[in-house]
């Protein structure tokens, strides 16, 4: 089992930068693990914004942030990133990470078993 626990959002203008960050912890180690970055906004159901491959070999970025965001992990350090530029008012929403032992990677939610409390990126216009 693996435990998640996000870092680095907060209140940014249009046009800025935040880099999010995906720390893990517990006895299995990381690098067994698809992880990913979901979003989700008020009012509306949680999608896929970046995930990644087990080794970090493979990456996938959703439409919407493609060229803006990126997505990396460090699995000696236990950790996941999301770095996002060019940051837009509709970026605005809680972001959660989420981890799967069972798959080398996956774009769909329902696939991750292990998720983080979340944490609020909110951008101004």
């Known amino acids: 089992q693996v435990q998640l626990v996000e870092s680095g959002g907060g209140l940014v203008q ?5 880099r999010l960050s995906c720390a893990t912890s517990g006895r ?5 693990y ?11 159901e949680r999608r896929v914004v970046a995930v990644i491959s087990r080794s970090g070999g493979s990456t996938y970025s959703a ?10 992990r460090d699995n000696a350090k236990n950790t996941m990133y999301l770095q996002m530029n060019s940051l837009k008012p509709e970026d605005t929403a809680v972001y959660y990470c989420a981890a799967d032992d069972r798959r080398t ?4 939610s329902g696939e ?9 990126v909110t951008v101004s216009s």
């Open 14 to 18: 249009a046009g800025g930068s935040l």
């Open 34 to 44: 698809a992880m990913g970055w979901f979003r989700q906004a008020p009012g509306k």
């Open 112 to 120: 991750y078993a292990y998720w983080g409390q979340g944490t609020q």
């Open 63 to 72: 439409d919407s942030v493609k060229g803006r965001f990126t997505i990396s």
């Open 105 to 108: 990677w996956a774009t769909d």
């Open 28 to 32: 299995t180690f990381v690098g067994s």
